[in-house]
Structures are given as C-alpha cells and as structure tokens.
C-alpha cells in the first residue's frame, strides 16, 4: 500500500522531528500509530529518508549509543513553515484514514499485534518440531490471556 505521495514522507518526518527528536523505529510507529495500525512505512523507506533530510540540512543526527537521534534544523524548521498548508494536509488525510480505515482497537494494540506479525513473519526456514510447539503454546497462551482480560 503506498500511502505517501512523493515528497508527503519528508514532511511527515519532519515534523515528527519537529515535535519531538526521535529515532527511526519511533518514527515509524508514531506514523503507524497516526494511522490507526492501518499503514506503516518500511525501514528501507524511513532510514534513507532520515539521511536525505540530514544531507539537506534539514535534520541533525546525533549518535544515542547504537541509535542514531534525528531533530530538526533551523532549515527544516524553515522548509515546514514554507510547505505548512500542504504539511496540514497531509496530516489532515492521515487523520482521515485513521477514522475512516482504523479498528476500534487502541493503536497501542494496533502496534503490539504488528509486532506479533513481524516476529512470526522473522520466524523464516524450516523449524523444529520443539520450536513450532513453543510457538503455538505461546499464541494460545496469549490468546486466551487476551480473552479473559
């Protein structure tokens, strides 16, 4: 699903920035969570994104252990107020799409049950019989937690 058109993404992190100085993984679920779990953008899409904007100017990084913190620059902050009609629209679509796509679910839950997904998807290759039990034990597990809860 391709949500951003060109250029919305840069706008997106930037303001993200803006707002608070992040990491990569924040901004990814911050964005996943704006939307309601409905959308998240790719790793392979967010980090290059965040090394343009530092290219440009736009964003500083500073090095958190093996993290790297990304905050906005004055010419970030310059090229948000310039573009800050098309900044709200795209937040205003992004709102949108959270209540007209999104689930009833919290996006706090929206995000763990992604997570879930991720690790399953990660899970690639041939298993072993022990491993496939310990997997299915948990998911029952969790699941009948969740449906006593």
């Known amino acids: ?3 951003f058109g060109a250029g919305d ?3 997106v992190i930037l303001q993200q920035i803006a707002e608070k100085p992040s990491h990569g993984y924040e901004i990814i679920k911050s964005i996943q969570e ?4 409905t959308y998240a953008p790719s790793p392979g899409v967010v980090y290059p994104m965040l090394t343009m904007l530092e290219e440009m100017g736009h964003a500083t990084v500073v090095s958190d252990g093996a993290r790297k913190l990304y905050t906005i620059t004055e010419e970030g902050s ?5 573009n800050k009609s098309m900044v709200e629209a795209i937040f205003a679509r992004m709102d949108r799409t ?4 999104g689930s009833d679910r ?3 839950i929206e995000r763990a049950v992604e997570n879930f997904r991720m690790a399953l998807r990660m899970k690639k290759g041939p298993l072993t019989t022990e491993q496939i039990h ?3 034990d948990i998911i029952d597990a969790a699941a009948k937690q969740i449906e006593r809860a």
């Not at 704006?34 to 779990?37: M, V, Y």
């Not at 959270?98 to 796509?101: F, G, K, V, Y």
């Open 1 to 3: 699903m391709r949500f």
């Open 9 to 11: 993404l840069r706008y």
């Open 34 to 37: 704006r939307l309601g779990g």
């Open 78 to 82: 310059k090229s948000l107020a310039e």
């Open 98 to 101: 959270r209540s007209e796509q």
């Open 106 to 108: 919290a996006p706090q």
């Open 134 to 136: 310990a997997i299915t």
